[in-house]
């Protein structure tokens, strides 16, 4: 018997209008439920760095951090916006990022023109790009979902060899380059697909997608060390943070994994996709799961960009599926491959229904706008800050990576890498509060997992640490946060102070 991918279907047809009407207005119905929704712990704070860059500050020196500063410098924009229309830059950003997705979206409706009807990819793409990642929107992986998708759609194109303009090839490179340079870990997605391609043409062709992605990749590769030199000191904390892996009992528990389990079982029973689509899409899902299994964290956003593919490819896949002439075994196969979506459903819904930063938000809810506080805890306080206005006194988001130093120095690990890190972010911490004294700091109420102790507790080994704190008093609890009140004058102020924004 012929499976599926062997079956005769009618040519695709174009699109019609509707259909990209009705994911317009998806597109809008989004941003109604995100206009006053809370941000995202990282996207808050890299609104807040992309404010200190636009006045000037130093990344990588005045602000510490390990991630690549593409995505940093891509929200300077939204920074100077917002502040030039006396707008939250928040709000901002969600206008940008949902422009960006509409770009996406005319440009996939236009390369599914001859390749297959779209209407099912069309109406899905706000489903998949934006609904089903509510809860993570613009994180970096969510950024790259949104910027991979018509690339998937014109490599398809290219794999059955079909024409596209020169402008629209451009335009595909152009997001596809900036999503894959988010993170470096994503340069794997377009090898697979150019390998991908390969099989299908059995040749290698130069096309105006691959030189522009390649032109801007390399650009902004060189771009590092004349505009962000400082990045490459970062590179020791890089790799204490890098060190530091989920358990692979915790990866494989995610939604991501079930819905590639459920995909790959579907597969033997159904064949390979009749969809050019869902064969590029399928390609860089597997792609994207490589990613995230290197990163080693199992943390939601990092399978993003895995379950948005392999979503698309489902989509795209629906519309060739034709009930009538498939098998039983085949209509079981297609089951597995729609009960997979649901794996998108339970983690949207969780997020919605819980606030990880609800205690924060207690312990500070009698603060104002402008008030300076501090958080010596492994919970997370962002994005209060950001939504909040309160100072940040930190050049930090977190102290993690001082928290994993010292882990890594408890086992053995006692490189001189590890031991200065440690130095230096204890200095700087005391340096940070002498700065700019807090009206209140949370601490951890429970020892931290790294530390076994409580941060503060930790730092008081150190004699400033201990002069600081006598100006602050024990407040009370809420939830994982215990919190001290300024009482007293800090008993001395550094020299050398800088500006926060």
Known sequence: MASPADSPSPPPREAPAWPLAVALLLVVAAGVLLWNAPMVNDVAWQLWVARQLAHGVTLYTDIIEVNPPLWFWAAIPVADLAQLIGVSSYHVLIASVLALDIIALLLVRRLCRDLQSGVLIVLGFPVITLFAFLDVFG??????????????????????????????????????????????????????????????????????????????????????????????????????????????????????????????????????????????????????????????????????????????????????????????????????????????????????????????????????????????????????????????????VTYQTLTYAVAASRTGRSEPVIAAAIRNIRRSIVHDLACHPPRRILGDRYDNTFLKTSLVEYLSTDPDFVRLMRAYRRGPDYGEFTTYNRVGQIPYRPTACRTIY
């Open 139 to 396: 994180q970096r992986e969510h950024l790259t979902l949104i910027a991979i998708v018509p690339y998937l759609i014109l490599v398809a194109r290219r794999a059955e060899e079909l024409a596209a303009s020169r402008a629209i090839a451009i335009l595909c490179g152009i997001l596809a380059a900036f999503g894959i340079a988010l993170k470096p870990h994503f340069l794997v997605v377009p090898i697979a697909l150019e390998i991908l391609l390969l099989t299908r043409i059995r040749r290698v062709t130069v096309r105006p997608e691959i030189v522009i992605q390649g032109i801007l990749l390399i650009g902004y590769a060189l771009s590092v060390p004349f505009f962000a030199r400082a990045y490459f000191s970062t590179l020791p904390m890089l790799l204490i943070y890098q060190g530091v892996r989920s358990p692979l009992s915790y990866q494989l528990s995610q939604p991501v994994i079930s819905m590639a389990f459920l995909l790959l079982l579907s597969l033997p029973i159904y064949g390979w996709p009749r969809s050019s689509v869902a064969r590029a899409a399928s390609i860089a899902g597997l792609a994207f799961l490589a990613v995230y299994f290197f990163q080693g964290k199992g943390w939601r956003y990092h399978g993003v960009p895995t379950m948005g593919c392999f979503m698309l490819a489902v989509v795209a896949e629906a519309e060739r599926f034709r009930r009538g002439t498939t098998s039983p075994a085949s209509r079981a196969a297609v089951t597995l491959a729609a009960l997979a979506t649901v794996f998108l459903i339970f983690p949207l819904f969780q997020g919605m229904r819980t606030r990880e930063n609800a205690n924060a938000l207690s312990a500070t809810s009698d603060l104002r706008q402008g008030d300076v506080v501090a958080v010596l805890a492994s919970g997370y306080f962002w994005p209060v800050p950001e939504e909040r206005h309160f100072v940040w006194p930190s050049p930090s």
